[in-house]
T-cell receptor
Framework: DQQVKQNSPSLSVQEGRISILNCDYT??????FLWYKKYPAEGPTFLIS?????DKNEDGRFTVFLNKSAKHLSLHIVPSQPGDSAVYFC??????????????FGQGTILTVHP | DTGVSQDPRHKITKRGQNVTFRCDPI?????LYWYRQTLGQGPEFLTY????????KSRLLSDRFSAERPKGSFSTLEIQRTEQGDSAMYLC?????????????FGDGTRLSIL
């Protein structure tokens, strides 16, 4: 009953081009959607988030899009840089009750940006 | 450094032994979460605390697992009678406020290896 899916285990992109990472979810009882980046031997680092009442949020090179009708979330990185190479996780945050704040993560996508 | 701190970073033990991990959250954060991550998967929720109260436990948290957060500050996660399947990265995260929109901040984790 996996609620969050990242169907692409890996993505390879040339430096300077756009990276698009995708995430699908099956439940609607969430209030925030988040992207985390993880380097080896480190914990996940928060990257960007979007409220369930919005459809776009932008922060520098990173833009997150939310399509609620399709239950789909995407992260765009433009332009991609070699330092962006990491594992990217999407996560959804429970909206209420005793589960408030709990994150459910996707399986992750390994992004490799080639110089 | 005022981030989330976890200790130890690595733990190797024999099957059947007990282990205890410690997490020190960001000082002003009242919510503390434990997650477990295995190879190729995203972090999976185990349990969380609001101040000293443990508000939810995942079904992943068998009766061999116990977590505490005395005085609402640091937290400990204990695994009794460890099994091979307990080998994983154990991550701690914290966030501030009851209805805060601030994201969870993660520590670098404790990697547990069961021989």
């Amino acid at each position: 009953d996996q609620q969050v899916k990242q169907n692409s285990p890996s993505l390879s992109v040339q430096e300077g081009r756009i990276s698009i990472l995708n995430c699908d979810y099956t439940n609607s009882m969430f209030d925030y959607f988040l992207w985390y980046k993880k380097y080896p031997a480190e914990g996940p680092t928060f990257l960007i988030s979007i409220s369930s009442i919005k459809d776009k949020n932008e922060d520098g090179r990173f833009t997150v899009f939310l399509n609620k009708s399709a239950k789909h979330l995407s992260l765009h990185i433009v332009p991609s840089q070699p330092g962006d190479s990491a594992v990217y996780f999407c996560a959804i945050r429970d909206a209420g009750g005793t589960s408030y704040g709990k994150l459910t993560f996707g399986q992750g996508t390994i992004l490799t940006v080639h110089p | 450094d005022t981030g989330v701190s976890q200790d130890p970073r690595h733990k190797i033990t024999k099957r059947g032994q007990n282990v205890t991990f410690r997490c020190d959250p960001i000082s002003e954060h009242n919510r503390l979460y434990w997650y477990r991550q295995t190879l190729g998967q995203g972090p999976e929720f185990l349990t969380y605390f609001q101040n000293e109260a443990q508000l939810e436990k995942s079904r992943l948290l068998s009766d061999r697992f116990s977590a505490e957060r005395p005085k609402g500050s640091f937290s400990t996660l204990e695994i009794q009678r460890t099994e091979q399947g307990d080998s994983a990265m154990y991550l701690c995260a914290s966030s501030g406020g009851v209805y805060s929109n601030q994201p969870q901040h993660f520590g670098d984790g404790t990697r547990l290896s069961i021989l």
